[in-house]
């Protein structure tokens, strides 16, 4: 509905104008009256409408079902003599697909936190369970990992010892039934979430009377779209620690395996041990975040979380052999990735502020650098690999070991160089005119 004043002869007045749909917006007219409503261009107003964070996370987690299950499994119709391009056709539809709805759940989910709240303590904690659930859940399918390779093979002679000790072709059973159980149980809880949750109705403005005032003192935040984030230093320093901090966590988790199962020549049972390690190392830490966060900063915590990466890779790099002290290793990269990880998050937020209107966009545009750049990492690190005609020779003992401390002492110090921008020219954006 539209109210309309007319306190003057010659001068129009709009005082509100009000629907559960869209914004109406009333211009000046060229006698000085108002010209219709315009379309709704919403520069300042409520942003237009689009679809929900919930819709988008059903769709990625369509995607997710149709496609993770094939990755994991035999190509169909492949044989020993199919050639590698044909493979790769096979399983390149199912990784794109896969990748577009991981990407689609988790920027629709992050993008909740600045909706849900404006503290920055209340980010943190959020970003914090948010982690710590995840944690939770790589947890079941590591230990479902370790079980899985556990019950494989028979322990009754010396042949079978060795294939269960190494990994190989024959596990690839194992990996399948591991990839039907993560989507199975990834199934059920977001059915959960998806028929369990509704969603909120934001309040509707009071409809004006006559004793409400003429002119209202403007709240709306400016609207910031895509090409004002652009403009903006601080979204490139946020954006460069992020995707740092991603390839600390993402190549580290890569290349663990290959690391110790490689360079340290441990069991495969270390495959699952490991990582298992490092995930409840990072969920215990992840409950420190809020406090710690609170108390020294988002900066300093952030650099207490590089220190002990750095403390890992120095480590690794001086150590040929770990033996019992893996583990210790594993609770060092663990807690390190884990702090970096949800404070980088949280800056994220600090971004976003009160435009929750574009949230997705920061956040798509963060997870599209760090998948870019993990991308090119690993393409790059894979170039490098010594074994042409084999999985691993003797050169690549050495290989993954320095490829472990690349990717966590190497990024480490990138990372470290984006913090010092972002505590030379801290976290804003700059006052800008929405009508330029």
């Known amino acids: ?44 107003g409520l942003p237009r409408p689009r679809a929900s964070s919930r819709e988008i996370a059903r ?38 697909i896969f990748q577009f709805g991981w990407a689609a759940t988790q920027i629709a989910h992050l993008s909740l936190i600045p909706e849900l709240v404006t503290n920055d303590h209340e980010k943190v904690e959020l970003t914090a369970l948010r982690y710590a659930f995840t944690v939770v859940a790589n947890i079941t399918v590591y ?8 019950l494989q093979g028979s322990p009754h002679t010396d042949v079978a010892r060795d294939v269960r000790d190494q990994l190989g072709v024959q596990d ?9 159980l993560v989507v199975g149980v990834g199934a059920i809880f977001s059915l959960l979430f998806h028929v369990g949750t509704r969603e909120g109705q934001r309040p509707r403005a009071e409809e004006p009377d006559e004793h409400s005032p003429l002119l209202a003192p403007p709240t709306a935040q400016p609207l910031l779209l895509w ?31 290959m690391y110790l199962t490689y360079s340290l020549n441990l069991p495969k049972k ?7 390690v490092m995930y409840v190392s990072g969920f215990c830490s992840s409950f ?28 690794v790099a001086l150590a040929d052999r770990l033996g019992v002290a893996v583990y210790v290793a594993a609770v060092l990269l663990g807690t390190g990735c884990a702090t970096i990880l949800v404070t980088s998050l949280a800056m994220t937020a600090d971004l976003i502020g009160p435009h ?61 160089l984006c913090l010092c921008s972002l505590l030379i020219w801290p976290i804003r954006l700059r006052s800008w005119d929405p009508g330029a």
């Not at 104008?17 to 108002?34: E, T």
């Not at 042409?388 to 490829?403: I, P």
Request: charged letters at 10%.
């Open 288 to 315: 420190l975040m809020k406090p710690v966060n609170k108390c020294i900063g988002r900066n300093l915590t952030y650099f207490a979380g590089l220190l002990v990466i750095l403390a890992f890779a120095a480590w």
């Open 227 to 257: 090409k004002h984030w652009l403009r903006e230093p601080a979204f490139y320093q946020v954006g460069l620690l992020y995707m740092s901090t991603r390839l600390i966590v993402n190549l580290s988790q890569t290349y663990i395996a």
């Open 1 to 44: 509905m539209v109210n309309l004043a007319w306190p003057a002869p010659g001068r129009v007045l709009a005082r509100a104008a009000h629907s559960s749909d869209q914004s109406v917006q009333f211009v000046p007219g060229p006698c000085g009256g108002l010209q219709g409503p315009s379309a709704p261009r919403n520069r300042i």
């Open 143 to 150: 230990g479902a990992a370790w079980l899985l390779l556990r």
């Open 356 to 416: 929750t209107h574009s949230g997705a966009f920061v956040y798509g545009a963060m997870s599209f650098s760090d998948k870019v750049a993990n991308g090119l990492a690993v393409m790059a690190i894979q170039s490098l690999h010594p074994c042409s005609l084999e999985l691993c020779c003797r050169a690549c003992v050495g290989f993954y070991h320095w490829v472990m401390v690349a990717v966590t002492g190497g990024v480490g110090v990138a990372a470290t």
């Open 270 to 276: 270390f495959i699952a041990t490991i990582p298992l």
């Open 172 to 180: 690839v059973r194992v990996f399948q039934n591991l990839s039907l």
């Open 59 to 96: 769709k990625g987690t369509v995607c997710v079902l149709l496609s993770f299950p094939f990755i994991f499994s035999p190509c169909l119709g492949c044989g020993a003599g199919t050639p590698e391009w044909a493979a790769l056709l096979y399983y390149g539809p199912f990784i794109v």
